[in-house]
């Protein structure tokens, strides 16, 4: 028979879930505080402590935070896109290229990630608990699905670049589970390669295992589609230019060609999916990370209530658009109070730090927030098929213009450049968290503003200054771990 679709609707941040497979429905509340030695020993606990892992990802040390603003600062060249004016060091730092391995959310971005990871861990190692072959095929490709996601975040901040060198260290690779403080290891770190690897491994799985389908296909929760688009970012990484392309294809065509939504601003600040939403991260008006201090929204939004203002969107960075293009507008009302009252991409801010452009992007508290949109497969396609000089599911011409038609730009009427394609990327994503990993992927450069101690230089995609150190906590109880080069004094 026919197995059925399982809806498996996990509410994010301490929301109740609800789990669904064929017929059979399983209500769990959240607790406030598990018996870790118990937590795995039925469906019910596996499920809660999965649902953990999910708050981990949608919280502010990932998508909903630091890992789009970390990409973005990094990558900054000279204050040329971004205008920085918040008082936190460690995000001045981050600017200025000039990281410190004792600062407090490149700390909390590795525990979490390893927080996540046992946990996800432990749900694999007691999938016999879970009699329902079901809801035991679901368990096991979410969980290998997340420890991928986590692990590619950890690769691809605290490691060089794969198209460097992929033998040098990456990250320390955990695949024990641990409930007894007495059994934690001390592993030293895995090669950029083996990590690549096993990402690749765990997002393949899961991509076998789980349904197929579009937007909010599994309650936002990780599907077959989800594992095919962050296997895209993987093989872009790499430099795997056929790989990528067919895994961008099977998106697009899960999608259909008509998915993205009619205008850019639709995009954002919604409280539920749209026609694009690939993969997303939910919030309300309770549980959210965006108003968190390290929340997406809060360095980017300036608004009444919302935002500190810290970063700012610079007119060279506007100027990028032409005149038709949707996705440049900027917007003068000194009336809006919330992200309702801005039609545009682009607006100047009202509340702290008034006065100064603003994206609106992440304008919303409450919002749902973008980590994968249709718009993201259609570029990277493009780009792969440009440097594989291919066509794999359509040409590089037609995959942009789809993004340029979208925004009313001009479009483009033979096959673009790799420097076209590079600057629709910014134009469309920018951001949303690309920064850094497009640089080292262009294997571009980046300017060091007047602030930093390297003031004036050009710092290349693959100089340790744009890596983050192993936190120096870390270091001091894992004498296994070797501190990245550009850290060690």
């Known amino acids: 028979m ?15 879930m609800l789990f669904s ?30 649902s953990g892992a999910y708050s981990i990802l949608a919280g502010p040390d990932f998508f909903a935070g630091t890992s789009v603003f970390h990409s973005d600062l990094i990558a900054n060249s000279n204050n040329s896109t971004i205008g920085w004016i918040g008082t936190f060091n460690g995000y001045k730092q981050m600017n200025n290229k000039s990281l410190d391995p004792t600062e407090a959310t490149i700390a909390t971005k590795w525990t979490s990630a390893y927080e996540a990871i046992n946990i996800l861990n432990n749900c694999l190692a007691n ?31 605290y490691a060089l670049p794969y198209g460097f060198d992929p033998s040098k260290l990456g990250v320390p690779i955990v695949t024990n589970p641990v409930l007894d403080l007495s059994k934690i290891t001390y592993p030293s770190r895995s ?26 296909t599994n309650g936002g929760l990780a599907s077959s589609t989800n594992a095919s688009a962050f296997l895209v970012r993987v093989y872009m990484s790499m430099s795997d230019w056929a790989n990528a ?10 999608f259909g060609a008509s998915a993205l939504n009619v205008t850019p601003r639709l995009c954002y600040d919604n409280i539920a999916y749209t026609f694009e939403d690939v993969f997303m991260i939910r919030q309300n008006l309770v549980s959210n990370a965006g108003n968190s201090n390290n929340g997406v929204g809060t360095f ?17 960075h506007l100027a990028l658009y032409e005149a038709t293009d949707l996705r440049g507008g900027l917007m003068d009302n000194p009336y809006a109070k919330t992200a309702a009252d801005i039609n545009e991409m682009y607006y100047w801010g009202v509340g702290t730090n008034a006065g100064r452009r603003m994206t609106v992007k992440f304008a919303k508290f409450d919002a749902y927030v973008n980590v994968i949109r249709l718009a993201e497969m259609y570029l990277s396609r493009a780009e792969a098929n440009f440097n594989n000089s291919s066509a794999i599911g359509d040409t590089p011409m037609n995959d942009i213009n789809v993004i340029r038609a979208r925004a009313n730009a001009t479009l483009l009427v033979g096959a673009p450049t790799l420097a076209e394609i590079k600057t629709e ?27 930093s101690p390297w003031a004036g230089q050009s710092i290349p995609w693959n100089d340790g200054r744009l890596v983050l150190p192993i936190p120096q906590r870390e270091m001091d109880v894992n004498s296994n771990l070797v501190q990245n080069d550009a850290y060690i004094h």
């Open 21 to 50: 497979a064929c017929d059979k429905h399983l209500n769990i509340e959240p607790q406030q505080s598990i018996d870790d030695k118990k937590v795995y020993t039925n469906e019910a606990g596996i499920v809660n402590a999965l």
């Open 425 to 451: 990327w910014v134009k469309e994503m920018c951001f949303e968290g690309h920064a850094l990993g497009n640089l080292k992927r262009w294997k571009g450069s980046t300017i060091a503003p007047s602030t």
């Open 245 to 254: 392309a067919i895994e961008a294809t099977n998106v697009i065509d899960v």
């Open 127 to 157: 999938l016999d608990s879970i009699k329902d072959v079901d809801v035991k095929r679901s368990v096991y490709g979410q969980a290998r699905f997340l420890r991928g996601v986590f692990y590619f975040e950890l690769v691809r901040f």
């Open 2 to 16: 026919k197995r059925n679709k399982n809806i498996i609707v996990i509410a994010l941040l301490l929301m109740t």
């Open 300 to 316: 980017y939004a300036s608004l009444p209530g919302f935002g500190r203002g810290d970063a700012y969107v610079r007119a060279g």
């Open 191 to 216: 090669s950029i390669s083996d990590v690549y690897t096993f990402v690749l491994n765990d997002l393949t799985a899961a991509k076998d295992s789980l349904e197929v389908g579009g937007a909010n």
